[in-house]
């Protein structure tokens, strides 16, 4: 019986622990797919003639003789879908009608000025049409049949053809037929909830068409174009079809949200009017009128991003964390190499040589904020005396090289002593022997550290925080002191576009592309590295 | 002439060297001046590990000092108590700034020992599994993947932290905030993992088989002889692995900056993970960049910094004495 029980426990232990290492798998798998899943649609993803046009306009990239024909396709397309919202909002819309009559009667009173009208007529025409003018405001603001009614017949009376032939006033009297008519197909008591709904059709129509082609070219970049992914449309698409309603729950006591088609016959707002038949008719020419085609947007890796990271890639980012990184190496390399060479070449077991170990241990261990705080006090402070690429790279080199100064050093240790001894037998002295045997054989190891620091240094983002990165920095120019500006980086930029930046937010692939492009640089060069590494124990084994 | 021109061809041995074989005193010393000099420039090089470490204790202790002494003894004697004892921390407000960081230090302890808790029984179990139980191959695919599980950014971390788990935590848990302490363990934990398996991995590998197959040769089982002889044997270096995952877990800044939800007190209940907690580091990263140079509260950030300093110093130098402990007894044994 308790050797029953022992074995449980054995197998128990066993299940424990392999148990955690598919733990640990799990972790691992738990985080990289929904990163590169939702990172890699920056990438590759279903592109609207809209993101063609954006690409055009702004990264002058793409065939615009094909443009220019798809823009017109899809112009035309849309033209049908709008129609029918002006015909519809002119009955709404009584603004715009309120302007346009108000509009009128000024013009006919300056028309009459520049007549030189005599005093007597020209009172007595003005008071008529301020009387027109006034019917047909009150017109449009009531919402009684009757009312309305009672209004454009006091204007049907006072329609004088001699008077006001060829005149403003004659364009008062078609809005009142036309207002008639409008009259008779609208439920005026929902004016004012049509009034808001169409607000709402109307910014989602321009969220995925962009402004018309009639319309001024907005000032803001972002508001130039409409849904550039078809995604994206698609979202819009239901934003503009679905609406929630609040409706009695069944047993009449509580509301419940529910969505509705807005052209639903029973509940939607739109029901039985002119705006009705929009809604499945965007949705059944969508497609003409997005024209989403498949698009594998690699120059997401090197495009400059404009306004903010709305549009565009994450090239600066790219590039400064390149810069950074290349940067720290050289200082690094030099220095770290040349330490391992000494601790295990030269130094014997002195207490300056443990307190040079136990210095470089607790370099690794000194927290990356610290590293950030130090790079502010003294980098910034003294050195470079503002924040920029350089004394973010000195910084980042002070955190690499232990990382560096160890794996260097083991990689001259696991060379054998025969080499050496090889070496020194054929008459070469310590300095050359190590140069030319101990040093190429090291090489992959110590090109393996290299590799590893340089992904750790890519990754890191306290150390760079107040030395010289910041979200939107302008990319460095070259021709002058680059090494003093600030810089992006891709690891600093990870963390403002998630949680810094308002405008991003609207953009959650490109959030998630920015993390996805940090991890897969990451991953490569560990990869780079793991390579490397298998392949250089396989030649050691092999001796 | 002919006479200098007969005397090589006499000896072609000695007419391969082009130098003399014995060196005259110029150029013996040349030769120990050139090795001194050369040992001088590689141990000066060397040196600038420990100039650096020097130098970051100087600049961080040079920068939190006018918070520390300001005014006289008695002042700055209850300044830092108020910093050590107090939670209240406004130091935004404009007249009589608090500096309490209690909750911030309490914060701090309290991811990192929530996520010990969770890293320590799974990384000890995985060094088990990896060192004893998994076949060659498998291992073989194992190292990459604890290696890149290591790699990946701690920022991309913290986007995944605020990003998915966050959302999913407010949802499917019910939690008030998604960015609370649990959250930031969980992920704390997963980045001190890779450390706490190499190390204890290393350590337990360092056991010989003797060790093992004297207690297999008693009957123990797997589990037994794991549990009550190797893990035992290798404490030392299992003590080390967890401080050093400790380390980890205490130093770390993006993770807890986004993920732990940056609220200045400590939880009551002690025990409600579902709260949001602050950390030293993610104070430091969250208010360094808006304060202005040159005031207190510049300057009570780099104290944070010092406290924070000497907290990873001491990690480090415990770790050590243990490592030291264990190369020690493992050679002895």
């Known amino acids: ?543 | 002439m002919s006479k200098n021109t007969s005397k090589p061809s006499s000896n072609p041995a000695a007419a391969q060297f082009s130098r003399p074989l014995r060196l005259s005193v110029s150029q013996d010393l040349r030769g120990l001046l050139a090795k001194n000099i050369g040992h001088g420039i590689l141990f000066s090089i060397t040196f600038v590990s420990v100039l650096a470490v020097m130098a970051i204790f100087y600049f961080v202790v040079q920068e939190s000092v006018p918070f520390i002494f300001k005014g006289g003894f008695r002042d700055s004697l209850s300044r830092v108590t108020e910093f050590l004892t107090s939670t209240a921390w406004y130091p935004q407000k404009e007249e009589n700034p608090e500096y309490g960081a209690l909750a911030i230090i309490v914060g701090s302890l309290y991811v990192t020992f929530c996520s010990l808790i969770i890293a320590v029984p799974i990384g000890v179990l995985a060094a088990v599994f990896l060192s004893d139980i998994a076949p060659f191959s498998v291992r073989q695919y194992c190292k990459p993947i604890i290696e890149i599980l290591a790699a990946i950014p701690s920022v991309a971390y913290g986007v995944f932290a605020v990003m998915v788990v966050a959302p999913w935590m407010q949802k499917t848990l019910g939690f008030s905030t998604g960015t609370n302490a649990i959250n930031a363990s969980l992920i704390l934990s997963v980045m001190a993992l890779p450390t706490i398996i190499s190390v204890a991995e290393d350590a337990l590998s360092a056991i010989g088989r003797e060790i093992r197959e004297a207690s297999y040769g008693l009957g123990a089982t797997r589990a037994e002889t794991m549990i009550k002889v190797v893990i035992p044997a290798a404490h030392s270096g299992i003590i080390a692995a967890v401080i050093l995952g400790m380390m980890r877990a205490i130093g770390e800044t993006m993770v807890v900056w986004m993920a732990s939800g940056n609220s200045s007190r400590i939880p009551s209940p002690w025990w409600d993970l579902s709260q949001s907690v602050r950390t030293m580091t993610a104070t430091i990263a969250g208010e360094l960049g808006e304060v202005p140079k040159d005031t207190d509260h510049y300057y009570v950030l780099f104290a944070i910094g010092l406290l924070l300093l000497i907290f990873t110093f001491g990690l480090n130098m415990t770790s050590e004495f243990f490592m030291t402990r264990f190369k020690k007894k493992s050679r002895g044994l």
Request: aromatic share 10%; glycine share 8%; net charge neutral.
């Open chain 1, 1 to 543: 019986m308790q050797v029953r029980i022992r074995q449980a426990w054995n197998h128990l232990f066993t299940i424990l622990s392999s148990g955690s290492i598919v733990l640990l798998v799990a972790a691992l798998l738990l985080f990289l797919i929904p990163m590169l899943r939702k990172g890699i649609p920056a990438v590759v993803f279903r592109g609207t003639v809209e993101f063609r046009k954006m690409q055009a306009e702004l990264f002058d990239r793409g065939d615009t003789m094909a443009l220019q024909k798809e823009t017109e396709q899809t112009w035309q397309a849309r033209q049908e879908i709008y129609t029918i919202l002006d015909h519809f909002s002119r009955g709404i819309d009584t603004e715009k009608l309120t302007d346009e009559a108000k509009d009128l009667y000024r013009d006919y009173g300056q028309i009459l000025r520049y007549q030189e009208t005599p005093k007597e007529q020209y009172t007595e025409l003005r008071g008529r049409a301020k009387e027109i003018r006034d019917h047909l405001l009150d017109a449009f603001e009531s919402t009684d049949k009757d009312e309305i009614a009672a209004h454009l017949d006091a204007i049907e009376a006072l329609r004088d053809e001699a008077a006001f032939s060829g005149t403003p006033v004659e364009k008062m009297f078609t809005m009142t037929g036309d207002f008639r008519k409008l009259i008779a197909t609208v439920d005026l008591s929902k004016r004012d909830i049509f009034a808001d709904e169409l607000e709402v059709v109307k910014e989602e129509l321009y969220n995925l068409f962009g402004p018309r082609p009639d319309e001024q070219t907005p000032q803001l970049a972002m508001k130039r174009f409409g849904a550039t992914r078809w995604d994206v449309a698609e979202k819009h698409l239901t934003f503009l079809v679905w609406q929630e309603k609040w409706i009695p729950s069944d047993d009449g006591q509580t509301l419940v949200a529910k969505q509705v088609r807005r052209d639903d016959p029973l509940e939607g707002s739109f029901a039985g009017t002119e705006l009705a038949p929009l809604f499945s008719l965007t949705e059944k020419i969508l497609k003409d009128t997005m024209k989403p085609r498949f698009t594998l947007y690699w120059q997401y890796f090197i495009d400059d991003s404009t306004p903010g990271h709305y549009f565009g890639g994450v090239g600066p980012e790219v590039l400064g964390t390149l810069l950074l990184t290349l940067l720290a190496m050289c200082f690094s390399i030099p220095l770290g190499v040349i330490s391992a060479a000494y601790l295990v070449e030269y130094a014997g077991d002195n207490l300056i040589v443990k307190i040079i170990r136990i210095c470089i241990n607790t370099l690794a261990g000194v927290p990356s904020i610290v590293y950030g705080l130090f790079g502010m006090a003294f980098f910034v402070a003294y050195i470079t005396k503002q924040p920029g690429v350089l004394s973010a790279s000195m910084t980042l080199a002070l955190l690499v090289l232990p990382v560096i100064i160890r794996a260097s050093e083991e990689a001259i240790r696991a060379v054998p002593q025969t080499y050496r001894e090889a070496a020194m037998g054929l008459g070469a002295g310590k300095f050359r022997s190590f140069l030319t045997v101990t040093l190429p054989a090291a090489g992959p190891g110590i090109l393996t550290g290299i590799i590893l620091s340089l992904s750790r240094a890519a990754g890191e983002t306290a150390p760079i925080l107040f030395a010289g990165a910041a979200a939107l920095a302008p990319i460095p120019d070259f021709g002058g002191k680059w090494w003093l500006q600030e810089t992006r980086a891709l690891s600093y930029g990870c963390y403002d576009i998630t949680v810094g930046d308002k405008l991003a937010m609207m953009v959650p692939h490109k959030q998630f592309g920015m993390v996805m492009t940090l991890i897969i640089l990451v991953l490569c060069l560990n990869v780079i590295a793991i390579v490397i590494r298998s392949r250089m124990s396989k030649k050691l084994r092999g001796m």
